[in-house]
């Protein structure tokens, strides 16, 4: 058992997006080093509610970092300052007893506000439905062993596809790209026998969608691979812009 | 209702029941089927993978998800893996060894026939999921690998390291977005369902409740299938995602769909265990540790040495010790009462006594911690963030958790509630697991369910039946009043001038249904729970504060509807745990067990699946439907 520690919590309010919001401040006495970061908003949400005061509203689901629900800024990091961590698997012996926390929702133009530090992250469905996926209907699939998949290229081809669509890499971008979200995706079908037929359009469909849903260019500065709780390469950007050349001068 | 309807359990062999059904079950023209829509709620394995398929066949579909995203069901969270008889690893492996395991782990409290079914479509699940681009663990040559799982001694597990319901989900997801970008699909994201609609006792839409505005909506649809997953958050610290609730089949079970099975619910043996008062979950280690990982207590009772300092000779590896055929893989029933037991008689460590180790130090030593991490790497990570402690330099802790609800509504062999047009899928339904779900088998069930059986079975229904009840004004009418019975509740719950938080109260709920309907039960316990149970419902009536309004976000609103639901299902669970005056799987009287401490089932009086009708004012009824062994010959569980 950790010992307890008293945090300060800033936390952005606002009640929508057509209203203006705040920062407003409170503090959480002697709590257990050993609760997650929204374990610890529980409590405080427990305690406004008892003091007749909004609770904070913030997405979450599964609390063990694979659903992907939970996400927002703690001290201007997306998920906080650990490294390959969602914000639902932050825990408060990561920080010192009298730290301040400013907690932030995400900011990306294609990511409206909903309440408080909870954002509509619809456009990544939108990416996905503009081609993220082989065309196959149920029963017509051939017997799984028929296709070969070598293990290295199955494990690279994993590594892309843990990506749980949280929107931190659009978040930490200064231009709220989604190509690391995009390029993920993109390798995970590509690097694979089934993703072969529709490798052309779908890296076609899936980048102009990103465009048409607000998301900016890529920014080259990093900041996706340094959030993102899968660790996954934004190397894959970089094969992705590759990856149209390949595409375009195989069709020219 | 009188009675149970026919389970339409078909007869002859069982080798060719499913194909023999299919072969006989009516089809509709491309033409009609344009013209009849399908609302399925949920949005996990079952509910995605039948929205997909029956799109795919031309109907239109209409999926409700409380979710943002369908990528974010809970099925998203399994970890170890997927079962199919595919004998790629020649072992052995055959469907009847699948169905055979399935009827066994089960504890023969399930039906043959959906077992059968369930282990011959397993294998066209791996063919799909492939060819949707599922990266599956490969061997170097290319092909697919495998790994053993609790409950059975070949390897038939396939799996994507720990995260396979996730890539499996992904599958599912990526086949319904392309339906939605064909506009076969109509997604509604952020939409809890509080209601059933039926016209002339046959369900023909939802009430749901938009969680970005509070508006109630209703949808309506020739038929209605429920693929929303499990109740095991009535216990409050489950493995459950947050949010899994069980509003949407009690909703139902209220307009008349029968309840089976409620009291079978799995606690699994490997999950981190509880500390402070404010955790809001617990974690689940894969069940696929245990294939290195070697699961011991210390010999001595109150021995609080740390795990390196307590030599060899004075560890209890009690597994296998006890059961030498399958050691630490026993089934998850098994293996999560041996530890309860030792940490109750004080051999237990951590805070409280209340875990067990998982250690991996033998498999380091031997295969090295390179292929150890490999592995296992995402799962030691998981349990080092959320511990502090470091699983290859000290062993894990474990403790049995809530985890898997074997009940749920009752269907028939074509996945039917007892409410014509309701098909039930997945965790959902009661299906095919008996009193206890061996490993990697839940994936397996929600896909089946949705990818091959539902979409059959629902086109037959919907030739036979179809076109009733399509009369607009009683049509409205029945919305209408959803839309009121769900209205009252919400206003109902506002108005409770109280103090006390919602999660006050279910971590209540939660402490009562562990403590006497948890691991092991007992009928002084459970008729002791049924009275407290509804003594801390009166007092949430009274006194729950439901901060803001119904018209706008409101995540305290919601979790108190999901809450009050909570309620009645756990007075059902513990009468359905009295009722049952036995100990199969899962549900352990302590009143019926060997010198052993093995469960000692009833096959005389309980060999049947228990099927509640819900009454207004009374205490439900309990309908009985008895289950006939043909291929297997029920047998004493012995996995020493």
């Known amino acids: ?252 | 209702m009188s009675g149970l309807p026919d389970p339409r359990i078909p007869d002859g062999p069982l080798a060719t029941a499913w194909r023999r059904t299919r072969a006989g079950l009516p089809l509709i023209s491309p033409l009609r089927k344009r013209k009849l829509r399908i609302l399925v709620v949920g949005s996990g394995l079952a509910g995605s993978a039948a929205a997909a398929t029956l799109a795919e066949q031309g109907y239109q579909v209409q999926l409700v998800t409380f979710h943002d995203s369908p990528r974010r069901a809970h099925s998203v969270a399994a970890q170890g893996g997927i079962n199919a008889a595919k004998n790629y690893a020649n072992d052995g492996d055959s469907v009847e060894r699948l169905f055979a395991d399935t009827v066994k782990g089960g504890d023969f409290r399930a039906r043959e026939a959906g077992c059968y079914r369930l282990a011959e479509i397993s294998g066209s699940i791996i063919d799909q999921c492939v060819a949707q681009g599922v990266p599956f663990a490969r061997e170097y040559g290319g092909t697919l690998a495998n790994r053993n799982f609790g409950g059975a001694l070949v390897s038939r597990t396939f799996y994507a390291r720990g995260q396979t319901g996730q890539q499996l989900l992904y599958g599912a997801y990526q086949a319904l977005m392309r339906q939605v970008a064909a506009g076969r699909v109509e997604l509604l994201t952020r939409r809890d369902m509080l209601e059933l609609v039926k016209v002339d006792g046959v369900a023909r839409g939802v009430v749901c409740r938009n969680l970005l505005t509070g508006a109630l909506e209703s949808y309506t649809a020739n038929a209605v299938l429920l693929a929303s997953g499990g109740y095991t958050n009535v216990y409050y610290l489950s493995t459950n995602a947050l949010k899994s609730n069980a509003s949407a089949i009690w909703r139902a079970h209220q307009q008349g769909a029968l309840f089976a099975n409620p009291c079978f619910t799995q606690i699994h043996p490997t999950c981190i265990p509880s500390g402070d008062a404010y955790q809001s979950k617990l974690t689940l280690m894969s069940e696929s540790l245990r294939n290195d990982g070697r699961v011991w207590l210390p010999l001595t009772p109150g021995d609080c040495r740390q795990a390196d300092q307590i030599p060899e000779a004075e560890r209890d590896y009690f597994l296998e010790r006890q059961y030498p055929s399958y050691g630490n893989m026993v089934p998850r029933d098994v293996a999560s009462r041996r530890a309860r037991e030792l940490c109750n008689g004080g051999r237990g460590v951590g805070p409280g006594g209340r875990s067990v180790y998982l250690d991996f130090n033998d498999a380091i030593q031997s295969q090295g911690s390179g292929v150890i991490g490999a592995r296992y790497g995402n799962l030691f990570e998981m349990y080092q963030r959320i511990t502090g402690d470091d699983p290859m330099r000290s062993p894990m802790r474990i403790y049995p958790a809530p985890h898997y609800t074997m009940g749920g509504l009752w269907v028939d062999y074509h996945l039917m509630s007892s409410i014509p047009g309701l098909f039930v899928l997945g965790e959902a339904n009661f299906s095919e697991h008996g009193a206890n779900r061996l490993g990697a088998s839940a994936l397996m069930q929600g896909l089946a369910d949705g990818y091959f059986i539902a979409p059959a079975t629902v086109t037959a229904w919907l030739a036979e039946a179809g076109a009733l009840g399509q009369g607009d004004s009683p049509l409205q009418e029945a919305c209408r009043e959803a839309m009121d019975r769900a209205g009252l509740r919400i206003n109902g719950l506002l108005a409770v001038a109280g103090d006390r938080p919602v999660d006050s109260f279910h971590r209540e709920l939660g402490h009562l249904m562990l403590e006497h309907c948890g691991i092991s039960r007992s009928a002084a316990g459970l008729r002791a729970a049924l009275v407290a149970v509804a003594d801390l419902e009166g007092r949430f009536q009274r006194e729950v504060r439901v901060p803001g309004e119904a018209l706008e976000p409101n995540a305290e609103l919601e979790k108190a509807l999901r809450l009050s639901d909570f309620f009645g299902l756990a007075q059902l669970m513990l009468r359905d745990a009295l009722a049952r005056e036995e100990s199969c799987g899962a549900h352990f009287r302590e009143e019926h067990q060997s010198p052993e401490g093995e469960a000692v089932r009833d096959d005389k009086n309980f060999a049947h699946i228990a099927a509640w009708e819900y009454r207004q004012g009374a205490d439900p009824i309990r309908h009985q439907e008895p289950l006939a062994f043909s291929q297997l010959q029920p047998s004493t569980r012995n996995y020493r």
């Open chain 1, 1 to 252: 058992m950790s010992n307890p520690l008293s945090l300060n919590l800033r936390i952005w309010r606002q009640e929508r997006a057509d209203l203006p919001g705040s920062y407003v401040n409170y503090r959480l006495e002697q709590v257990s080093a050993d609760l997650s970061l929204l374990e610890a908003l529980d409590l405080l949400n427990e305690q406004l509610i008892v003091s007749g005061e909004r609770p904070v509203l913030f997405e979450h689901d599964c609390r063990e970092g694979i659903c992907g629900s939970c996400g927002f800024l703690v001290n201007g990091q997306a998920h906080g300052p650990q490294a390959a961590t969602t914000v639902c698997q932050l825990y408060l012996r990561r920080f010192k007893d009298g730290d301040t926390l400013t907690l932030a929702p995400w900011q990306a133009k294609a990511f409206p506000l909903i309440q408080d530090l909870a954002v509509d992250r619809g456009a990544l469905d939108h990416l996905i439905e503009a081609g993220g996926f082989c065309s196959v209907n149920t029963g017509s699939a051939p017997d799984a062993n028929a296709l070969l998949v070598g293990r290295q290229q199955a494990s690279s081809a994993f590594e892309t596809a843990t990506c749980i669509g949280c929107g931190a890499c659009v978040a930490s971008c200064r231009n709220a790209s989604a190509s690391l979200f995009v390029a993920a995706k993109l390798a995970h079908l590509a690097q694979l026998p089934q993703g072969q037929p529709e490798r052309a359009t779908r890296a076609e469909a899936m980048q102009r969608q990103m465009l048409k849903e607000g998301f900016g260019s890529c920014s080259s500065q990093l900041e996706c691979e340094a959030v993102c709780p899968k660790q996954i390469s934004a190397d894959w950007i970089s094969w992705m812009h590759g990856e149209r050349r390949r595409l375009a001068e195989s069709a020219g």
